[in-house]
């Protein structure tokens, strides 16, 4: 049984510190000046992107990690969420994390995007409200010991925020991708992958990174020893000719 206190409504914001919380974004924003070349654009981004990948937190990435593969132990089920293009990395999350993490394995994962079904998505927000599309279907199909990924670049869309406090109301996990400060999706997470950049692009790019990252990861340790050696034998036989391995 899990054991997990539900947050007060009247102070969402728990007492949690975090490796940056001095200047929790970086001090450098992107583009911060007019680069008309699509090269010194692309090096640029890439640099920016390069550097928000490095503010993620290494100890809160091994927490997620634990926390999905302890769910797929329990036959739990992975309900993830987002608005906007978070929206299409929540959908982008059932293939990875169901699909290839069953891959030669046994695992048989069971992940829910929560954004995917639009019928049910317009049919709460039409009836009852936008804000509360991703709690609602959380209380139809959630159980406890479940477990809840947010995506968001702000942190605090209300949606999100809400599907937070009905999943710990029903006793279940979250993460919570965030950016810019962190919004409150990062101070209510139980693993929180936040990175301190201020440019949505370079955000998501960082959560579909953070999403690939762990799919891939808990894949390779559902994978037999015998499993392992055949993709390392194939990757070795794609190598170009006379390239090391």
């Given at each position: 049984?899990?054991?997990?206190?539900?947050?007060?409504?009247?102070?969402?914001?728990?007492?949690?510190?975090?490796?940056?919380?001095?200047?929790?974004?970086?001090?450098?924003?992107?583009?911060?000046?007019?680069?008309?070349?699509?090269?010194?654009?692309?090096?640029?981004?890439?640099?920016?992107?390069?550097?928000?990948?490095?503010?993620?937190?290494?100890?809160?990435?091994?927490?997620?990690?634990?926390?999905?593969?302890?769910?797929?132990?329990?036959?739990?089920?992975?309900?993830?969420?987002?608005?906007?293009?978070?929206?299409?990395?929540?959908?982008?999350?059932?293939?990875?994390?169901?699909?290839?993490?069953?891959?030669?394995?046994?695992?048989?994962?069971?992940?829910?995007?929560?954004?995917?079904?639009?019928?049910?998505?317009?049919?709460?927000?039409?009836?009852?409200?936008?804000?509360d599309v991703f709690s609602h279907a959380l209380r139809l199909h959630a159980r406890r010991g479940d477990v809840l990924v947010t995506i968001s670049s702000s942190g605090n869309s209300e949606n999100i925020v809400r599907a937070m406090y009905t999943a710990f109301s029903i006793g279940m996990e979250t993460i919570a991708m965030s950016g810019f400060d962190g919004g409150r999706s990062r101070a209510l997470a139980d693993a929180s992958l936040h990175v301190a950049f201020d440019n949505y692009g370079v955000i998501e790019d960082a959560h579909q990174t953070c999403m690939h990252v762990l799919a891939q990861n808990l894949h390779m340790r559902a994978m037999s020893p015998e499993s392992l050696a055949v993709e390392a034998s194939k990757a070795a036989e794609s190598a170009p000719h006379g390239a090391s391995t």
């Amino acid at each position: 049984m899990l054991q997990k206190s539900f947050p007060k409504e009247q102070s969402p914001m728990l007492q949690k510190s975090f490796p940056n919380e001095q200047s929790p974004m970086l001090q450098k924003s992107f583009p911060n000046e007019q680069i008309v070349s699509i090269r010194g654009f692309l090096d640029e981004y890439c640099a920016m992107l390069a550097a928000a990948l490095e503010s993620i937190d290494r100890a809160q990435v091994e927490r997620a990690v634990e926390i999905l593969s302890d769910a797929l132990d329990r036959d739990a089920t992975i309900f993830c969420c987002g608005n906007g293009g978070s929206a299409a990395i929540a959908n982008h999350m059932v293939c990875d994390h169901q699909k290839g993490v069953s891959t030669d394995t046994i695992r048989t994962p069971k992940v829910v995007s929560l954004s995917s079904n639009v019928e049910l998505v317009t049919a709460i927000a039409n009836d009852i409200g936008f804000e509360d599309v991703f709690s609602h279907a959380l209380r139809l199909h959630a159980r406890r010991g479940d477990v809840l990924v947010t995506i968001s670049s702000s942190g605090n869309s209300e949606n999100i925020v809400r599907a937070m406090y009905t999943a710990f109301s029903i006793g279940m996990e979250t993460i919570a991708m965030s950016g810019f400060d962190g919004g409150r999706s990062r101070a209510l997470a139980d693993a929180s992958l936040h990175v301190a950049f201020d440019n949505y692009g370079v955000i998501e790019d960082a959560h579909q990174t953070c999403m690939h990252v762990l799919a891939q990861n808990l894949h390779m340790r559902a994978m037999s020893p015998e499993s392992l050696a055949v993709e390392a034998s194939k990757a070795a036989e794609s190598a170009p000719h006379g390239a090391s391995t």
